[in-house]
């Protein structure tokens, strides 16, 4: 989206092999054969139509070119989201905000991805773990990370909640199971080449 570019074009040095455009996944607006390399950092889960979006850029990459891609892995792998998700089904538990267990860590089937690139026409398709650890400063500034500032705010607003009430009940939840000081969590994402 258009802030996230202006934010990127203010932490790079200018230069004139670098173009910024906003453009659709799904409909990506470049001639065919156009680049050597696609990439996208965390976002392939987002794709209404991933099958669609991986067409796209199957069809604006140069021969032998790559498609290189990470998602999340699912939320029990990723400690943090995996908490946040728990406590919050506590907190409204007739009806539990899903989130981050249904999109951001709702795609990390690897026989699913490989499928559905299959689908796009790639054939080369290589899938890797990549694990990694997650620290914040504490456990508030962790859960004020994920209540407040992913689209998971929306569903804990569109139930009612007083925003900071569920964040402080989330960094409550999070300092019991990491500690009270600075927090670290395991992290695993899939990191996806495709040709």
Same mark, same amino acid.
């Given at each position: 989206?258009?802030?996230?570019? &202006?934010?990127?074009?203010?932490? /790079?040095?200018? &230069?004139?092999?670098?173009?910024?455009?906003?453009?659709? $996944?799904?409909?990506?607006?470049?001639?065919?054969?156009?680049? &050597?390399?696609?990439?996208?950092?965390?976002?392939?889960?987002?794709?209404?139509?991933?099958?669609?979006?991986?067409?796209? @850029?199957?069809? @604006? /990459?140069?021969?032998?070119?790559?498609?290189?891609?990470?998602?999340?892995?699912?939320? =029990?792998?990723? =400690?943090?989201?995996?908490?946040?998700?728990?406590?919050?089904?506590?907190?409204?538990?007739?009806?539990?905000?899903?989130? /981050?267990?249904?999109?951001?860590?709702?795609?990390?089937?690897?026989? @699913?991805?490989?499928? &559905?690139?299959?689908?796009?026409?790639?054939?080369?398709?290589?899938?890797?773990?990549?694990?990694?650890?997650?620290?914040?400063?504490?456990?508030?500034? $962790?859960?004020?990370?994920?209540?407040?500032?992913?689209?998971?705010?929306? =569903?804990? =607003?569109?139930?009612?909640?007083?925003?900071?009430?569920?964040?402080?009940?989330?960094?409550?939840?999070?300092?019991?199971?990491?500690?009270?000081?600075?927090?670290?969590?395991?992290?695993?994402?899939?990191?996806?080449?495709?040709?």
């Amino acid at each position: 989206n258009q802030p996230m570019l &202006d934010h990127a074009r203010t932490r /790079m040095v200018d &230069d004139p092999r670098i173009t910024w455009q906003q453009a659709d $996944a799904q409909a990506l607006p470049f001639e065919d054969a156009q680049f &050597d390399a696609v990439a996208c950092q965390f976002g392939a889960m987002f794709f209404p139509d991933r099958v669609g979006a991986y067409g796209q @850029v199957r069809r @604006v /990459m140069r021969l032998g070119g790559h498609f290189l891609f990470n998602v999340w892995g699912a939320i =029990e792998e990723n =400690e943090f989201a995996d908490e946040v998700t728990r406590a919050l089904g506590h907190f409204f538990p007739a009806d539990p905000p899903r989130f /981050m267990a249904r999109t951001p860590h709702g795609y990390h089937d690897a026989d @699913v991805i490989r499928a &559905d690139l299959h689908a796009a026409g790639f054939r080369n398709i290589t899938i890797e773990p990549l694990d990694a650890v997650s620290a914040a400063s504490s456990p508030y500034e $962790a859960a004020t990370a994920y209540c407040q500032g992913t689209p998971l705010r929306v =569903e804990i =607003e569109a139930r009612g909640g007083s925003l900071e009430e569920v964040t402080r009940y989330v960094a409550n939840a999070l300092g019991k199971r990491f500690g009270e000081g600075p927090v670290s969590g395991r992290i695993r994402a899939l990191v996806v080449d495709a040709a």
